[in-house]
């Protein structure tokens, strides 16, 4: 390990993007995002990377996917109007199966909203946000240290599957300081080349073992079509009922088939809980003392937290529900993660929402208040 340091969550992800190999960033600076950005531009080209401010956030999104089909390793960072903005170009991403992390340090919205405070709104939109049928893969951290290993994930996913992968990231994390070390060496996912010569039939868009194509970056020799219509496996469109059919079912496939590998969550205090509370982010840290306040009090709570927000824990709420007599939802939003909680519970045990939306980051005692009318409520 390295030596201790105190470091910024935005910082942490930049220092993660370049240990997994990042060498292209190209963004546009908004709060609370902007460090991301600024410390980008100061270490990539001390790494042999390009760093370069565009002119707006659609503009950049479209640099680093162009940059991805060229050969480099891609992240662009961004928050609330900007990750609007960006979406058309995600769907082109996971249609043409571009790798790329899209970095969101989540803040007040709708719109211009309250660009310096803390939320978690953009959970619905990191999963829908663009249109049509499609995968995606999100990661929230809830520590500096976590970010690091988070955006390490992202990138490695991001190659592995061919996909954009979200890091999910609040103005909590991204603002926070902590003292961290980081590890001397990480494992890379390396680019995907491709198996076959053109001599030998090389398709694009032809699916390997794990149904993620070989796709051969522009530049090394092989003739490549890239479109954001549905393809066939030479990577030109088609018409075809039955193409359409299997693409879009392949796409979700290739990253549904991992299962829970890449769904990451972490419990505490569940041995005995009767009740739980799920929380992911920045509120977590809030809902982990809020618990262990619980505890003191001799309340059998415990805390589901979820790293991986989509695809989503499922199995692992299914398994809570049929443990506890409640379930509890903190999140920084009028109600967004709940839905979901509720859906993989399927009426097993109540599910209460303990959602916040006025610009101010958990108090233990909103939880705490929201613990105790669970607890209340299901002891009548």
Not at 206 to 216: F, G, H, I, N
């Amino acid at each position: 390990m390295s030596k201790a340091r105190l470091m910024q969550g935005n910082e942490a992800c930049a220092e993660g993007a370049i240990a997994a190999g990042v060498n292209f960033f190209a963004g546009y600076p908004i709060t609370p995002s902007t460090e991301i950005a600024e410390t980008m531009a100061r270490l990539l080209p001390k790494h042999g990377g390009k760093f370069v401010q565009m002119e707006d956030e659609i503009a950049s999104m479209g640099a680093i996917l162009g940059a991805s089909l060229a050969g480099s390793k891609v992240m662009d960072a961004t928050s609330g109007p900007g990750f609007s903005l960006k979406q058309e170009l995600i769907g082109y991403a996971a249609c043409a199966e571009i790798p790329c992390v899209l970095v969101d340090v989540q803040r007040v919205g709708p719109s211009t909203g309250q660009p310096t405070a803390p939320s978690q709104g953009d959970v619905m939109q990191a999963r829908w946000g663009t249109h049509g049928d499609h995968p995606i893969i999100a990661l929230s951290p809830w520590s500096v240290r976590e970010t690091y290993d988070a955006t390490v994930m992202a990138v490695n996913y991001a190659e592995r599957f061919r996909t954009p992968v979200i890091l999910l990231m609040d103005e909590v994390i991204g603002h926070l300081r902590e003292k961290v070390e980081l590890p001397d060496h990480v494992d890379v996912y390396p680019r995907r080349k491709p198996k076959k010569t053109r001599a030998e039939g090389y398709e694009p868009y032809a699916p390997a073992e794990d149904l993620v194509p070989d796709v051969a970056d522009f530049g090394q020799g092989y003739r490549i079509h890239v479109t954001g219509l549905i393809h066939d496996e030479t990577g030109f469109p088609s018409g075809s009922p039955q193409v359409t059919e299997d693409s879009i079912r392949r796409l979700h496939e290739k990253i549904d088939r991992v299962g829970e590998e890449i769904i990451h969550t972490e419990s505490y205090f569940m041995d005995d809980a009767e009740y739980a509370v799920v929380s992911f982010g920045g509120s977590a840290r809030t809902a982990y003392e809020s618990v262990q306040a619980a505890r003191t009090k001799g309340q059998k709570v415990g805390l589901l937290r979820l790293m991986t927000i989509w695809p989503f824990a499922d199995a692992a709420i299914r398994r809570l529900a049929v443990k506890v007599k409640g379930i509890l939802v903190a999140e920084l939003n009028y109600g967004q993660i709940v839905h979901e909680v509720r859906r993989a519970v399927a009426g097993q045990c109540p599910v209460e929402l303990c959602g916040k939306y006025d610009m101010r980051s958990f108090e233990p005692e909103d939880i705490s208040s929201a613990i105790d009318k669970m607890i209340a409520g299901g002891n009548k």
